[in-house]
């Protein structure tokens, strides 16, 4: 018991650290917001252009494009832990993971609270300005159920960045494939428009993998979108993604420094 | 079992001829008397055609002593150093610590061994020295209720007091080394491998590094330290070996 709490201090400590290093580059926040503000902006005036069909005003499809934006922003943080990991490596501080008591396997899933929660944070930020820079109607009824669905969609992405970790693990290059499968994701995830609009063999394609659901549930919980499936099967996709994959990549990930400890290339970067 | 006095330890003293085996013994049978450091007969290899980096070492370090293990660059020391520390594997033989091997006991072994890799790297950049040696007593599993003491020991022991609040990135080579050096005590471990441990260190530096094994000797742990060459080499190694071929001989 007490080793488990001394784990359990032990992520909260990466947790720690992570914050302390983003905090220390004190304009990051600042920027990440802007960022939003420009996305938000550019997506009101492309709302107000744009006819979508399906959409039965600007404001519907601008609330449905803002909660895409937020969740590209977890995708980014999802996506952001191979390069993490790569930079643990060039710095060195990976072999001091690897060899402390914690373990590198622990410390790897640690590194990931930070990006995920700040994520997090940021798609709540994302919405915030959405609702008092351009009027953003949140179905507040529902919002505060968005808080476990998308905590259950962050368990849901999270062994997509551990898979990614294992391969920066073997091949020593962080964002390898990463670009490509955010903007392959943001296309079948229907971040930005319906998936409906894609060819069906596409829309198939967005029912293999979670972040298509999760955004689905999202956006009926906190802009009140209609979902097709059902906010409960989309619920139930995301708990099997999480209770399926994330023991898998945790042992994929596993293995992957293992077998760089055995060919001696767990050291390079 | 030889156990060394504290006072055979003096950074200034003399260079003496000392019955090597006594203390650090080449093991000569596998039997099952356990060391607080045993690489038994590790074989390692980089590429297939390259030669045996390591060609069968065997080494046993008795409790309480101090062995420095030369060799010119590229003879495999550090490779000896990482198999011993668990980092990597060798592809044969395995190294243990009071009979424990990192495969089969993996935080009971890393609790065991603290390592010190040559160079600077290993730090975050963006952490205080503070914050940097509470994250390592954190992941090193030290119990919460004494991880506060940890680090104030520490950063007493290693002089780091004035620098306890400084970013590492703002920080001189030589003081880097002596956080890193304090970092590689603070867990409490028995064995600690040292990989160049003098680089940027002044001479008060390499005195509290001294102090820090003296201390470590008086509790039966035990230092394999790594050099190329006899920097330093007034100080008094319980033993002393060099690695060439790939095969351990005394020095």
Sequence with gaps: MSDAITAGHAFLAVLRRDLSIFLSYRTRLVSQVLTSVFSLTLFYYVSRLVHVSGFSSPSSYFGFVVVGISMVGVMYSCFSIPELLRQELVAGTFDRLLLSPFGAVRSLMAMTLFPLLWSFILAATTLGLGCVLFGLQLHWSTVPLGVPAMALALLAFLPFGLLFAALTVLVKQGSVGTTWVIALLSIVGGLYFPVSLLPHWVQTAAKLQPFTAATSVLRHLLVGSSIGEGAGISLLKLAVFAAVLVPASTLVLAAAIRLGQRRGTIIEY | ?251
């Design chain 2, 1 to 251: 079992m030889t156990v060394r006095s504290p006072e055979a330890l003096a950074l200034d003293a003399a260079p003496v001829a000392r019955d090597t085996l006594a203390a650090s013994a080449i093991l000569r049978t596998g039997a099952g008397e356990a060391f607080p450091l045993a690489i038994k007969h590790v074989i390692k290899r980089w590429r297939k055609d390259l030669p045996l980096v390591l060609d069968g070492v065997d080494l046993a370090l008795e409790p309480g002593t101090l062995t420095w293990v030369g060799g010119r660059n590229g003879a495999g020391k550090t490779t000896l150093l990482r198999i011993a520390a668990g980092l990597i594997e060798p592809e044969q033989g395995r190294a243990e610590v009071w009979g424990v091997s990192v495969r089969e006991n993996r935080v009971r072994y890393q609790t065991l061994v603290s390592f010190l890799p040559a160079g600077d790297r290993g730090l975050y950049a963006r952490l205080t020295v503070r914050r940097q040696l509470e994250f390592w007593a954190r992941i090193s599993m030290v119990p919460r209720g004494q991880v506060r003491q940890s680090v104030a020991d520490a950063i007493a022991a290693f002089d780091l007091g004035e620098l306890a609040d400084r970013r590492v990135d703002r920080m001189s080579m030589g003081q880097r080394q002596r956080l890193r050096i304090a970092m590689t005590f603070l867990p409490g471990p028995e064995t600690v491998l040292l990989d160049e441990p003098l680089t940027s260190l002044d001479d008060e530096g390499a005195a509290v590094l001294m102090r820090a094994i003296r201390r470590l000797l008086d509790r039966d742990g035990v230092v394999l330290w790594c050099s190329p060459s006899g920097e330093r080499l007034d100080m008094r190694f319980d033993a002393r070996w060099i690695i060439d071929g790939g095969r351990l001989a005394p020095a």
